[in-house]
């Protein structure tokens, strides 16, 4: 790690350390079975995120007997993820499981290559139901697991056509995140599309904003549709966040989603990705892979706040932490005969620098979560859960 670096993860490492505790530990503690119907739902997913990773950022943020991360709710399942023609899934055929009921092969985003067959995906019955919908990811929105939920493409490799179907087909009310390069193009992907999709998006109705202070304008003024593209691809990693001045974290971009979306008197469903796990996983990074489980973290902390601070709040939200697969399979190899502290980085140990298969953690709370868990369902079970609570 390069000196500057480490000086920002130290300086990061420090805020975490000082940061108001966990809100919502434990989740939902009410005990009592929650109502059916969900008019909110919130899906929030931890890229590539495996079960030490959990581990290694806990004991960093909390020690080794402190309290639990906000990510880790009261109810409990695990998935099989296999896709249609892997037993190592890739992201898009995982989410495209959970958006649309149905195995996908690797690379398909809710689309049956050749023949395009599909049906919709959560986002757009939740559309269709009147609810707003929303995506936010910290690398490219045009990305294949929030692609999933707003676009139809025969592979991920379809970033242009994917915004273009987000402003103009879907109609996401609030995109927010990196990838602002995938929709002011004069070369086409490998669905033939290129243009310029932020006029188009404007044309459509979409505030366009491109920094924090203007996300903040564009939510104070009462904005129902805003295209928020921070980054020509993808978001700065936590540990050397360059942009910090100017770039909203997963965190504040949940925030400013929330504040938007509440408004909507049939509810919402939005997706939040944590999208750099998964790519500091396939670095085999400790440092960045407990940082940016920790900024996921933050942005489930500001979701459960806004679900705390009014009761029906959680009597009508669902809110499901999955993760789609690991990454690099990161072990917690030490250390050995002591006892790390807080503030400590574990020792690190991988087994591959790519996707592994292991059953996902599936977290939940809220209309429908009893029905995520049990022994490992398959990760098509999610989307039927959402889809039934969303009736
Ligand atoms: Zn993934």
Redesign the pocket.
Known sequence: MKTFQKRAFLIVLAGFLLSFQAPGAFGDDSGTAPPRKARNVIFMVP??LGQANVTAARIFKNGLDGPPLNMELRTIGYQRNHSADSMIT??AA?ASAWACGEKFRNREICFHAPSGRHKDSLLEIAGKKGKSTGLITNSEITD??PAAFGAHVPTRKCPKEIARQYVSVTGVDVLLGGGGSKFQSELPDQCGAYGDFLSLAISKGYAHVADRAELEKAVSAGKTKILGLFADSDLDFAVDRQHAEFEPSLSEMTASALRVLQKDPDGFFLMIEGSLI?KSNHKRDVQSQIMETLIFDEAVGTVLEWIKADPIRKEETLLIISP??D?SGFAIIGPYKTLPRKGNVVVDGWVSDRHVASDPMVWSQGPGSLDLSGPAFDNTHIYKVVRDAMQ
Do not use: E, K, L, W
Request: charged content about 35%; aromatic content about 0%; glycine content about 10%.
């Open positions: 890229d590539g890739d992201s995982a294949a697991t998964d789609d697969h990454t």
